[in-house]
């Protein structure tokens, strides 16, 4: 199963990057098929995402694992929804012993009383000797979970539009007179108004407190109305880079991993990391699993630093231990030094916001309402600029009427 997933896995990447499709003879080792499952004395049932990252867990992970303790992982593989996960673990007898799982869901099922209390200790200390608290970090360890990576909204930009000098400030957002050009933004308030209020000069430890205020709320929009005119709303993740490589629009809020594919492929796309917002996936235990003790030996595993930086070598998506950072080395097929592209790498980690996808939930309603009023005004106002350049484009092909005689 393994060396089928090595394969899998290094020609997607061949082919996401647009390289040859032949697996280099160089990495002939790398897809030894491991002990098999049916080998090992133990299975450990995990629930996880599926694609290019859970490859890169099986590879970084899962396999090192059963290597290692003779248990091999059996994957349950979700959609990362709520529901689905609660149907895997809420009842006696579940299959599943581990979960992955977004920050906003841990919250959730932690609040619900459906996850083990995390046994800090169990995790051992910090390379250098030192707590174990301090080596992760903000938000990595929670009652009911470990981080183990951190993905963000980070700005990508065409260099060529700005060949007068680069942004480096995440203020650029708003400066258009500085730094022309259209800006593709969420279809939603979330991320959006955040983005807005960090470009306007909030400090990120002061972004939902202030947002939380009438007055915050209207910096926030105010700010969003410098460039109104110039915002393309985007509500697939593929858009904003689809749209920066079309050079549809100059700067683009959008996913870290999907801004990392694009910057290897075009060395014209340059990373913003200044004011990125930041969302973490955890390990947790249900309480419902069957194999408790396993389980807590897997996370202790899977979110030590050597671990956390081999799947970080993988795949773009940045350790939550500062000493796992420091491992992170180059890619194995592209030859890419990743800890640039991490969100979490010192240099791109100055100036982030991590997500509150709980703050969200109990304080979004009515901003959730004024950004969908604010949403049509700025396309009802494209449509008619729109219209307005489509029929001055009928006028000039239309054909000058004859004279009458």
């Given at each position: 199963?393994?060396?089928?997933?090595h394969?899998?896995?290094?020609?997607a990447?061949?082919?996401?990057c647009?390289?040859?499709?032949?697996?280099?003879?160089?990495f002939a080792a790398?897809?030894?098929?491991?002990?098999?499952?049916s080998?090992?004395?133990n299975?450990?049932?995990?629930?996880?995402?599926?694609?290019?990252?859970?490859?890169?867990?099986e590879i970084?992970?899962f396999e090192?694992?059963?290597?290692?303790?003779?248990t091999?992982?059996?994957?349950e593989?979700y959609d990362?929804?709520?529901?689905?996960?609660?149907?895997?673990?809420d009842g006696?007898g579940?299959?599943?012993?581990v979960?992955?799982v977004s920050?906003?869901?841990l919250?959730?099922?932690?609040?619900?009383?459906?996850?083990?209390?995390?046994?800090?200790a169990?995790l051992?200390a910090?390379?250098d000797?030192?707590s174990?608290?301090d080596?992760?970090?903000d938000?990595?360890l929670?009652?009911?979970g470990v981080?183990?990576?951190?993905?963000s909204?980070a700005?990508?930009?065409d260099?060529?539009?700005?060949r007068?000098?680069?942004p480096?400030k995440?203020?650029a957002?708003?400066d258009?007179?500085?730094?022309?050009?259209k800006r593709?933004?969420?279809k939603n308030?979330?991320h959006t108004l955040?983005?807005?209020?960090?470009?306007?000069?909030v400090?990120p430890?002061d972004?939902?407190?202030?947002?939380?205020t009438?007055?915050g709320?209207?910096?926030?929009?105010?700010a969003?109305?410098?460039i109104k005119?110039?915002?393309l709303?985007?509500?697939?993740?593929k858009q904003?880079?689809?749209?920066l490589?079309?050079e549809?629009?100059?700067?683009a809020a959008?996913?870290s991993?999907?801004?990392?594919?694009?910057?290897?492929?075009d060395?014209?796309?340059?990373i913003l990391?200044?004011g990125?917002?930041?969302?973490i996936?955890?390990w947790?235990?249900?309480?419902s699993?069957?194999?408790k003790?396993e389980?807590?030996?897997?996370?202790?595993?899977?979110?030590s630093?050597?671990?956390?930086?081999e799947?970080?070598?993988?795949?773009a998506?940045?350790?939550?231990r500062k000493s796992a950072?420091?491992?992170?080395?180059?890619?194995?097929?592209i030859?890419?030094e990743?800890?640039?592209?991490?969100?979490?790498?010192p240099?791109?980690f100055?100036?982030a916001?991590?997500?509150?996808?709980?703050?969200?939930n109990?304080n979004?309603?009515?901003?959730?309402?004024?950004?969908?009023?604010?949403?049509?005004?700025?396309?009802?106002a494209?449509?008619?600029k729109?219209a307005?350049r489509?029929?001055?484009?009928?006028?000039?092909e239309k054909p000058?009427s004859?004279?009458?005689?």
């Amino acid at each position: 199963m393994f060396g089928q997933c090595h394969r899998e896995f290094f020609r997607a990447v061949a082919a996401w990057c647009g390289l040859p499709g032949m697996l280099p003879a160089a990495f002939a080792a790398a897809i030894t098929v491991a002990p098999g499952v049916s080998a090992a004395q133990n299975t450990l049932s995990v629930a996880t995402w599926g694609g290019a990252y859970g490859q890169s867990q099986e590879i970084a992970l899962f396999e090192p694992f059963a290597k290692e303790t003779g248990t091999a992982i059996a994957t349950e593989t979700y959609d990362g929804s709520l529901a689905k996960l609660k149907g895997l673990i809420d009842g006696s007898g579940t299959p599943v012993d581990v979960v992955d799982v977004s920050a906003g869901t841990l919250d959730k099922l932690c609040s619900d009383g459906l996850l083990e209390t995390i046994k800090v200790a169990s995790l051992g200390a910090a390379p250098d000797g030192g707590s174990i608290q301090d080596d992760f970090m903000d938000g990595g360890l929670s009652p009911c979970g470990v981080a183990s990576v951190a993905w963000s909204t980070a700005i990508a930009y065409d260099r060529q539009a700005f060949r007068k000098g680069e942004p480096t400030k995440i203020s650029a957002l708003l400066d258009t007179a500085r730094f022309p050009g259209k800006r593709a933004l969420p279809k939603n308030p979330r991320h959006t108004l955040e983005l807005a209020l960090l470009a306007d000069g909030v400090p990120p430890e002061d972004v939902y407190s202030e947002l939380a205020t009438p007055e915050g709320a209207d910096r926030a929009f105010a700010a969003l109305d410098k460039i109104k005119d110039d915002v393309l709303l985007w509500s697939e993740a593929k858009q904003p880079i689809t749209w920066l490589l079309e050079e549809k629009v100059t700067m683009a809020a959008g996913y870290s991993g999907r801004i990392f594919r694009a910057a290897v492929g075009d060395h014209n796309i340059g990373i913003l990391w200044d004011g990125q917002i930041y969302d973490i996936d955890a390990w947790a235990i249900p309480k419902s699993s069957n194999n408790k003790e396993e389980a807590m030996r897997f996370i202790s595993f899977a979110t030590s630093p050597q671990r956390l930086a081999e799947q970080a070598q993988l795949i773009a998506y940045g350790p939550m231990r500062k000493s796992a950072v420091a491992l992170v080395g180059k890619h194995p097929i592209i030859n890419v030094e990743m800890q640039k592209y991490l969100p979490t790498a010192p240099e791109n980690f100055k100036k982030a916001l991590k997500f509150n996808e709980a703050w969200w939930n109990q304080n979004g309603a009515a901003l959730t309402q004024r950004f969908a009023e604010w949403q049509a005004q700025v396309e009802s106002a494209a449509a008619a600029k729109e219209a307005e350049r489509k029929a001055k484009e009928a006028a000039k092909e239309k054909p000058a009427s004859k004279a009458a005689p």
